[in-house]
């Protein structure tokens, strides 16, 4: 028996790497915006110069009584995800309105992360500041390209 085991195992090490390569990247869901009056929240892929939209996922949710937002970010490799904000970043709400929440973000370098969300259009951006004297980034969270080729092909 022991010998049809390890006979197995051995297979299955000459196997796992071929299929590991032919496995499908990680395909991120659609955009998600959620809007409760007191909790928002939205999910996406940053899309704009300097994103990697089929690879990064962030995660906001934002909470009017808290006065703060909390966002995760996920990112993909190959067919591995990782959280790479093991305890979300915290933003503080600057702004909460009818019509739109804006929260920010102070780093140690003292520039800031701002998200602006717009609770009207669905809508949400991120505007990243650069602490390396880098340009600033200005990103939107859209579905991810996958998403958007999917709904290409079947509209044809």
């Given at each position: 028996?022991?010998?049809?085991?390890?006979?197995?195992?051995?297979?299955?090490?000459?196997i796992a790497p071929?299929?590991?390569?032919?496995?499908?990247?990680?395909?991120?869901?659609?955009?998600?915006?959620?809007?409760?009056?007191?909790?928002?929240?939205?999910?996406?892929?940053?899309?704009?110069?300097?994103?990697?939209?089929?690879?990064?996922?962030?995660?906001?949710?934002?909470?009017?009584?808290?006065?703060?937002?909390?966002?995760?970010?996920?990112?993909?490799?190959?067919?591995?995800?990782?959280?790479?904000?093991?305890?979300?970043?915290?933003?503080?709400?600057?702004?909460?309105?009818?019509?739109?929440?804006?929260?920010?973000?102070?780093?140690?370098?003292?520039?800031?992360?701002?998200?602006?969300?717009?609770?009207?259009?669905?809508?949400?951006?991120?505007?990243?500041?650069?602490?390396?004297?880098?340009?600033?980034?200005?990103?939107?969270?859209?579905?991810?390209?996958?998403?958007?080729?999917?709904?290409?092909?079947?509209?044809?």
């Amino acid at each position: 028996m022991w010998k049809q085991v390890l006979t197995l195992f051995v297979l299955w090490l000459a196997i796992a790497p071929a299929a590991a390569e032919h496995a499908p990247p990680v395909m991120f869901d659609r955009k998600y915006f959620t809007d409760l009056g007191n909790i928002v929240a939205v999910e996406g892929s940053p899309t704009g110069e300097g994103a990697n939209p089929n690879t990064t996922r962030f995660v906001l949710t934002c909470y009017q009584e808290r006065r703060e937002c909390s966002a995760i970010l996920i990112k993909a490799y190959g067919t591995l995800i990782s959280i790479l904000t093991a305890i979300p970043l915290t933003y503080s709400i600057a702004v909460w309105a009818p019509d739109r929440v804006v929260a920010n973000h102070d780093l140690a370098c003292g520039n800031r992360e701002t998200w602006l969300v717009d609770r009207l259009t669905k809508t949400a951006e991120l505007s990243v500041g650069s602490c390396d004297g880098g340009e600033t980034h200005h990103w939107t969270i859209e579905d991810p390209p996958s998403w958007k080729k999917a709904d290409e092909r079947l509209g044809d």
